[in-house]
């Protein structure tokens, strides 16, 4: 397979997938927000942000609000140039249709 067939092995899980798409369109999302929306344990969902975060696809903002803690995860550049990529290479196996 050509480099430019190449999945980006990060974005191969359904979970990471999904938490890139979620932060693409929204810009930034709660982690109760990303949970409740993509069905996770808090627990699965760690450890998939960790990788994420791991690899500076998104960017981890942790504060107290009302002396509760809220964790606030943004899409950074890199994510969204790997998400695009990965659009590119999907659309080049199988072109939307007209």
Known sequence: ???AL???PLLMSQVRLGVISVLV???SATFSDLRELL??????????LQKLEDAKYIKVKKEFVSKR????????AKGRAA??????????IAPPGD
């Open 1 to 3: 397979m050509s480099d």
């Open 6 to 8: 190449r999945f980006d």
């Open 25 to 27: 369109s929204r810009q």
């Open 39 to 48: 069905g996770l344990t808090q627990g699965n969902l760690t450890i998939h």
């Open 69 to 76: 803690p809220r964790t606030t995860l943004s899409i950074a």
């Open 83 to 92: 998400f695009m990529k990965h659009l590119d290479t999907l659309n080049s």
